[in-house]
């Protein structure tokens, strides 16, 4: 046992009314909705380098927290490592998620990087072992040594392309080992700064080398898992491949990985490419893609990626609603990509930031089952295309009817359609009864 945590004790349900600030309001982990434990539908994960790694820098000013396991080398990460764990236990959540260089640092070369990052994997494996955590997933950052300025697997470089394989490969059979139960791939720097430099069709045919080349490492170890992109539209390279949802789609059905690999979908993401959170879970679920979600906020006024911990609870239900729709995220879950703020420095900050995170997506949840349970919205959603379930514009749909046929369809009936509302008002209403 650390006195990383001294004097704070694990956080308990208490209900709406508790003023104790250290317990859940509305996180209560094994009330069942709709017919499933809370914790179950959201499989909630800690992000180990937003609560572990994060030092609380911004671009005019470095490090404010003082964590004993900084610049402390393999006997730091060890210590991070028991921290990480009683943490864990405190906040009582199931899973977590990492990148390599925030459980054991980076070596001169990757021999040394794959001996530090294994002997701090054994001692995470004892801990999985001992408190019964497990992995949500495992991911190798591919983006803040200096070697990837220019991307991973799209660098133009193809030693900078190998050096990358070499450490997703330790990652992804640490991950494995650990029965993680994802691996995502998030862009980091694959895409580009200027067109001046950049040749988009090579970087693409690469990067879809490199996927694939994961997809049969995956598959010869006996991975189980699911492997997830995470999609962004900037941010650190001014263009990103990876832009959204249906960006990501496209690039994989271009190369056949289409059934491959999900979407981790993050809220922060979202906002940055011009879309709300939910349209980018409809969008992924609509094409079969919907994984795992990486939960957060952005400051809207701000416009950068801002990863504060989930406050809206309206938000939430809309994300729910689709989640619950398609039977849940399977072996996906909710990380919370998400980090307290610079002057949050005391050990408890970070227990408070992910209370409001996990009773946030309380509500959210509790809000969309009732909707769902309600009926009314479906069957108002139902009725609007119930056009659709006629026989004529089914076969319409199905590719039955040519042009000229619809066309005749249309004189031979004399129709002339008749605009409906499309009541939205009356739904954001509706919503309302149940957020
Ligand atoms: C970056 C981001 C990453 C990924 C994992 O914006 O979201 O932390 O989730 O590499
Ligand atoms: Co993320």
């Not at 982990?29 to 800690?46: L, N, Q, S, T, Y």
């Not at 001692?123 to 040594?145: C, D, E, H, R, V």
């Not at 409809?282 to 795992?292: C, D, E, F, R, T």
């Amino acid at each position: 046992m650390t006195d990383f945590f001294k004097g704070l004790s694990q956080v308990k349900y208490e209900g709406p009314e508790s003023r104790n600030p250290l317990a859940f309001r509305h996180y209560n982990k094994d009330e069942v909705i709709a017919g499933k434990r809370m914790e179950d539908h959201v499989r909630p994960a800690i992000a180990y380098w937003h609560t572990f790694a994060q030092e609380g820098g911004d671009p005019f000013g470095g490090r404010t927290f003082d964590r004993p396991w900084f610049d402390k080398g393999m006997d730091g990460a060890k210590l991070k490592t028991e921290v990480a764990f009683e943490f864990f236990d405190l906040i009582d959540v199931p899973f977590f998620a990492f990148h390599d260089v925030d459980v054991a640092p980076e070596g001169e070369t990757l021999a040394e990087s794959n001996k530090n990052l294994r002997i701090i994997g054994d001692l995470i494996a004892a801990n999985m072992q001992k408190s019964g955590k497990k992995l949500l997933w495992g991911t190798a950052n591919l983006f803040s040594n200096r070697r990837y300025m220019a991307g991973a697997a799209t660098n133009p470089d193809p030693e900078v392309f190998a050096y990358a394989a070499g450490q997703v490969k330790a990652v992804l059979e640490l991950t494995n080992e650990l029965g993680g139960e994802n691996y995502v791939l998030w862009g980091g720097r694959e895409g580009y700064e200027t067109l001046l430099n950049t040749k988009i069709g090579q970087e693409q045919d690469q990067m879809a080398r490199f996927l694939t080349l994961v997809i049969e490492h995956a598959e010869k170890i006996g991975f189980k898992g699911q492997i997830l992109i995470e999609p962004k539209p900037q941010e650190p390279s001014k263009h990103q491949y990876d832009y959204d949802v249906a960006t990501v789609f496209g690039f994989l059905q271009k190369y056949g990985l289409e059934k491959k690999v999900k979407c981790n979908i993050e809220v922060g993401h979202a906002f940055l490419a011009g879309h709300s959170f939910e349209h980018e879970l409809a969008v992924a679920s609509s094409l079969g893609m919907l994984g795992s979600v990486d939960a957060n906020r952005n400051d809207l006024q701000s416009g950068w990626d801002t990863d504060h911990f989930p406050n809206n609870a309206g938000e939430m239900a809309l994300a729910f609603y689709y989640i619950i729709k398609q039977g849940g995220l399977g072996k996906g879950g909710f990380n919370f990509d998400a980090k307290v703020r610079r002057q949050s420095l005391d050990p408890a900050d970070l227990l408070h930031g992910h209370i409001l995170g996990l009773d946030t997506l309380a509500r959210g949840l509790k809000g969309a089952a009732a909707l769902i349970a309600d009926g009314e919205f479906d069957k108002l959603l139902d009725e609007r295309y119930a056009g659709w379930n006629q026989k004529g514009a089914a076969a319409m749909l199905k590719g039955e009817r040519s042009l000229e046929e619809i066309a005749a369809w249309v004189h031979a009936e004399n129709i002339n359609p008749q605009p409906r509302s499309g009541r939205q008002e009356y739904l954001e209403n509706l919503v309302n009864r149940f957020v």
